[in-house]
């Protein structure tokens, strides 16, 4: 089984060290399922500046989870960012996020949040609210595994 070796990032143009609760969530989050979190990083919704952190973090971990900018606002630029840098698109978690979590909110269906896989990591996409950010993490959390095994080469079905 491969350590999940992850960095946050929130992408926002409000959000600061102080007031980041979508990212200090998230972190949780992902110490308790047992993931190393490598860093942290908030950005601008720049669409430039997101598609250059996503390339330069997926170097350096096996997980990125970005939370804000999946939404329908002017300035929402996390899925077409996450678009450029992946290879191989995940569809399959962005449904089942958007299905499970839209039984609790059908505004969930607003998210346009893209997961994929960019060389060896697996880049997910969650909404930028902390109660977005730990429903999609509940509704992934069974299969994450699984799939960081997958990517990192583990291949044997049991």
Same mark, same amino acid.
């Given at each position: 089984?491969?350590k999940?070796k992850? !960095?946050?990032?929130? !992408?926002?143009d409000? $959000?600061?060290?102080?007031d980041?609760i979508?990212? &200090?969530?998230?972190?949780?989050?992902?110490k %308790? +399922?047992?993931?190393e979190?490598i860093e942290?990083?908030?950005?601008?919704?720049?669409?430039?500046? !997101? *598609?250059?952190?996503?390339?330069?973090s997926? #170097?350096?971990?096996?997980? *990125?989870?970005?939370n804000?900018g999946?939404?329908?606002?002017?300035?929402?630029?996390?899925? &077409?960012?996450? $678009?450029?840098?992946?290879e191989k #698109?995940a569809?399959?978690?962005? #449904?089942?996020?958007r299905?499970?979590?839209?039984k609790?909110?059908?505004?969930?269906?607003?998210?346009?949040?893209?997961?994929g !896989?960019?060389s060896?990591?697996?880049?997910?996409?969650?909404?930028g609210?902390p109660?977005?950010? $730990? #429903?999609? +993490? %509940?509704?992934?959390?069974?299969v994450?595994?699984?799939a960081i095994?997958?990517?990192e080469?583990?291949?044997?079905h049991?």
């Amino acid at each position: 089984m491969t350590k999940i070796k992850a !960095i946050v990032i929130t !992408i926002s143009d409000s $959000r600061n060290e102080k007031d980041d609760i979508s990212g &200090e969530t998230l972190i949780k989050c992902l110490k %308790e +399922f047992g993931a190393e979190i490598i860093e942290k990083i908030i950005i601008t919704d720049d669409l430039d500046k !997101i *598609i250059s952190t996503l390339k330069t973090s997926s #170097e350096k971990v096996n997980l *990125i989870i970005t939370n804000g900018g999946t939404g329908f606002a002017r300035r929402d630029n996390t899925p &077409e960012a996450t $678009r450029a840098v992946i290879e191989k #698109e995940a569809q399959g978690l962005a #449904e089942m996020m958007r299905y499970e979590t839209a039984k609790i909110n059908q505004k969930a269906y607003l998210s346009r949040g893209v997961c994929g !896989i960019r060389s060896k990591c697996l880049i997910i996409n969650f909404p930028g609210s902390p109660k977005a950010v $730990r #429903e999609c +993490f %509940e509704v992934i959390k069974p299969v994450l595994q699984h799939a960081i095994n997958l990517i990192e080469g583990e291949t044997k079905h049991l």
